[in-house]
C-alpha cells in the first residue's frame, strides 16, 4: 500500500492520482488542479452546464457532478487524461464516437494534449436527460 504523504490516504498503487482533501464545490475542485488543467476542467463544466441548464452542479464521489433527479455524469482530473462519466448505457449508445478513447464501461478518458469535443460531452448530456425524462434506468 502507498500512503499519500499529502493527504495520508492509502492506495494499492504507487503514487496513484486522486485529489488530496474533500472539495465543497466544483470551483474548489478547479481551483485544486493544475494551472494548465483549470481551463480544460472550467470548459466542460461550462458545456456541460449548457447541455443541461437545469442540472444542480455538486461533488459526488469527490469529482464534479452534474444531479438532476439523479447523477447525470461526473468529471475528473488525473495525470493524463480528463474521465467523464456519464454511466455504462452511455458509453455503449456512443460507442461509434469514442472510438478514438479509451473507454470502459460508464467511463471516458480525454486524454490531456489534445482538444475536448465538446460537441460529444453535450451529446451524451443531453441524450442522459432524454433517457431520464423517458423513465429509462440509467447506470
Not at 490516504?9 to 486522486?18: A, G, L, P
Not at 481551463?39 to 469529482?63: C, D, F, G, N, Y
Not at 494534449?113 to 460531452?121: F, H, S
Request: proline share 6%.
Amino acid at each position: 500500500m502507498w500512503k499519500c504523504p499529502k493527504c495520508g490516504r492509502e492506495f494499492k498503487n504507487t503514487e496513484q492520482d486522486h485529489f488530496c482533501g474533500k472539495p465543497n464545490s466544483i470551483d474548489e475542485y478547479i481551483a485544486a488542479q493544475s494551472e494548465s488543467v483549470r481551463p480544460l476542467l472550467q470548459s466542460i463544466r461550462e458545456t456541460i452546464h449548457a447541455a443541461a441548464p437545469e442540472a444542480t452542479e455538486k461533488i459526488s464521489w469527490q469529482m464534479p457532478t452534474f444531479w438532476q433527479d439523479e447523477n447525470l455524469i461526473h468529471f475528473a482530473a488525473f495525470k493524463k487524461h480528463i474521465g467523464i462519466y456519464p454511466g455504462g448505457e452511455a458509453t455503449a449508445e456512443f460507442a461509434e464516437r469514442l472510438a478514438g478513447y479509451r473507454t470502459s464501461k460508464g467511463a471516458i478518458q480525454l486524454p490531456l494534449g489534445k482538444p475536448i469535443d465538446d460537441e460529444l460531452i453535450a451529446d451524451i448530456v443531453a441524450w442522459r436527460i432524454r433517457r431520464k425524462a423517458k423513465g429509462s434506468e440509467i447506470t
